[in-house]
Structures are given as structure tokens and as C-alpha cells.
């Protein structure tokens, strides 16, 4: 009799222990059913489960891949926006610097070269996202200063720096002396070339506050990184701006007429060099823009790819599903009947 008891005893801990399994693996079953996706997967998997690891690494670096082409092609977009307004406003400050040759057109010549520096500048502060996109890798700061701001680090604003070499090397009484002034030993091109013997008289100085050195670069897939920078020192910008200050700096009426159109021929070169150097510029910004643009779309059908795979090692068949928790159903319902019963075994039904 205590043999049987113990044996009785021993088989309703053995059913509680196989329902509670049978809960597991219906939860589990539920589980799969509800979001599609294998509940033990490892297990599930079995040789198969080093794939999945391998293919959830994949997409996940292709995706971090994916965000680094879609933030660097937007600013590259936000970047090619402020190119071609630079460019539209140096081509209209030179094409009104070759018509203006009287009096009042070259009074409004210096008066738009005002308004077009400012415009440049603005264009060349441009942030995105809270980080300067024309002052290299310092991106915390603003690339270009105001033309009548007074820079801290050499006590001078721009205008006030093309003032003082012109005041140093003047007066200009000719064409040639104008010429000497604007292209001379420590004249005008020193300023923007940064030759200039006072190195407060230097663009990087006053004019220019990001980084001198290296440019914004991003690896956009495995083995492929893109230097997509452009800096506000360039030279192109660089010459641009110094045929602006040029015709700013100087009123015609404050030199006789041969001395100014010297003076306005000069600051045309370099508006026309410049112009050309900004429209390559664009050039290869579109390039680059191409190439993040090719990559982002690399990226979108690859991670199409992975998530297909993925998908087809992860997912649960819902009818498999469906079948095996009507199957775990019915056997917990058979095993609550017999526990039931074991539960209500007592010694005097085991002897009637």
C-alpha cells in the first residue's frame, strides 16, 4: 500500500511537471502566433543559427550604412543649394562689374559688391543640423566673418583690412599703380592668397575662421569612404571674394578714370576665375552626390535582401502554428482531466 501511495504520489508531480511544460509551449506557440516569429530561435534554428547571426550582423551594418548616406546626401544637398546661389551671385556682380563704365553704374557696382559679399558669406555659414558645413572640421564654428565685423584674433574686419593695405601701398594716381596695389608685394592678392608679410593682413586670419586643414569625410559602405567638404578658404571662393572687395573697397570717384577701370579690370579677373572655379566646384559636389546617391540605394535593395532571408529562417509558419497549439490544447486538456482525477484518489476508493 505505501508503495502504491508513493508510486501515485510520484506520477501527479510527474503530470504537474508535463502541464507545465504544456503551458510553456503553448504560451510559446501563442507567442509565435501573435508576432510571426519563432519563440525559442536559436533552438529552432539549430546549424542554421550561425547564418541567422551573420545575417542579423549584416543588416545592421547596412543599415548604420543606409543612415550615413541619407545624412551625408542631404548635406551635400543643403551644400550644392549654397554653391549655386554663390555661383548665380558672382556671375551677376561680373557681369555688371563688364557693363558698368560710367559714373552711376560703377556707383552701383560698389554698392551690389556690398550686398553680394554679404550674400557669399551668409551662404558660407550655412549650418545644417547644427554643424557648419563650408569651416572644414571645426564645424562648431562660423566659417565667414562679417565684412565689417571686427575679428577678435587681429582686431580688424575685412573691409578694414582691404582699407589698410590700399592706404600702405597708395596712392593709386594710375593704371599701373592700381595694378601694383592690387597685385603687388603685400597688395590686395596677398590679403586673399595669404602672403601678405602682416599676418593680420592675411585671409585665414580675418576673413576666414573654420579649419585650414582637412575636410569632411564619411565611409558610406565597406571599403568606400567620400571626402564631400568643401572649405570657405578655397581658392575659387577665395578669388571670388577678393574681386568683390575690390570694387567695394574703392569708390570711382576717388581716382581718375583710367586708374579705376585698371582697378575694375583687375577685380573682373578674379570675378571671372573665381566663377569658373565655383562652377567646377558645383561639378564635383555633383559627383559625390551621385556616388551617396548610388550607395543609398545599394544600401535600400541589399537590406531588402537580408530582411528576405531573415524573415525566411525566423518566421513562423502560422498554420504549423495553428496546428501544433490545437495538438498542446488537447493534450493539457487530457492531462488536467487526469490529475483531476489522481487529485481525488483518497485509501478508501483505492480498497472499494
Do not use: C
Not at 551668409?122 to 558645413?133: K, M
Not at 573665381?274 to 541589399?302: C, W
Request: proline letters at 3%; aromatic letters at 6%; hydrophobic letters at 40%.
Amino acid at each position: 500500500m505505501t508503495n502504491m501511495n508513493i508510486s501515485s504520489l510520484a506520477s501527479f508531480l510527474q503530470l504537474n511537471g508535463s502541464i507545465r511544460s504544456l503551458q510553456q509551449a503553448l504560451l510559446d506557440g501563442q507567442k509565435e502566433l501573435s508576432t510571426g516569429r519563432k519563440a525559442d530561435l536559436m533552438a529552432d534554428l539549430g546549424n542554421q543559427a550561425t547564418a541567422d547571426v551573420d545575417l542579423r550582423n549584416a543588416y545592421t551594418e547596412t543599415t548604420e550604412y543606409k543612415s550615413t548616406t541619407d545624412l551625408v546626401g542631404t548635406r551635400l544637398d543643403v551644400m550644392q543649394t549654397a554653391i549655386s546661389n554663390i555661383k548665380d551671385a558672382i556671375d551677376k556682380a561680373r557681369t555688371q562689374a563688364l557693363t558698368a563704365n560710367s559714373p552711376v553704374t560703377r556707383q552701383q557696382l560698389q554698392s551690389m559688391a556690398k550686398t553680394a559679399i554679404d550674400q557669399i558669406n551668409s551662404l558660407l555659414n550655412t549650418q545644417f543640423g547644427g554643424r557648419a558645413l563650408f569651416a572644414g572640421v571645426q564645424t562648431d564654428t562660423q566659417a565667414m566673418q562679417g565684412q565689417n565685423t571686427v575679428n577678435p584674433a587681429t582686431s580688424l574686419s575685412p573691409t578694414q583690412a582691404v582699407a589698410q593695405i590700399i592706404a600702405n601701398l597708395g596712392p593709386m594716381t594710375d593704371a599701373a599703380s592700381a595694378v601694383a596695389v592690387a597685385n603687388g608685394p603685400d597688395g590686395i592678392s596677398s590679403l586673399f592668397d595669404n602672403t601678405n608679410s602682416n599676418p593680420n593682413l592675411q585671409y585665414s586670419s580675418t576673413f576666414y575662421n573654420g579649419a585650414t586643414t582637412g575636410t569632411l569625410t564619411a565611409r558610406i559602405d565597406r571599403g568606400q569612404e567620400i571626402d564631400y567638404g568643401v572649405r570657405a578658404d578655397d581658392p575659387a571662393l577665395r578669388e571670388s571674394l577678393q574681386g568683390l572687395y575690390m570694387l567695394a573697397a574703392m569708390p570711382s570717384s576717388s581716382v581718375s578714370d583710367d586708374t579705376y577701370t585698371a582697378w575694375q579690370n583687375e577685380a573682373l579677373t578674379h570675378l571671372n576665375n573665381g566663377f569658373q572655379g565655383v562652377v567646377n566646384m558645383a561639378g564635383d559636389l555633383g559627383f559625390k552626390q551621385s556616388a551617396v546617391a548610388d550607395a543609398a540605394t545599394r544600401h535600400t535593395s541589399t537590406l531588402t535582401q537580408l530582411n528576405t532571408q531573415i524573415a525566411n529562417l525566423e518566421q513562423a509558419d502560422p498554420y504549423e502554428t495553428a496546428a501544433k497549439l490545437n495538438q498542446l490544447q488537447t493534450q493539457l486538456e487530457a492531462t488536467f482531466q487526469v490529475t483531476a482525477r489522481m487529485s481525488q484518489l483518497t485509501l478508501t476508493k483505492f480498497l472499494t
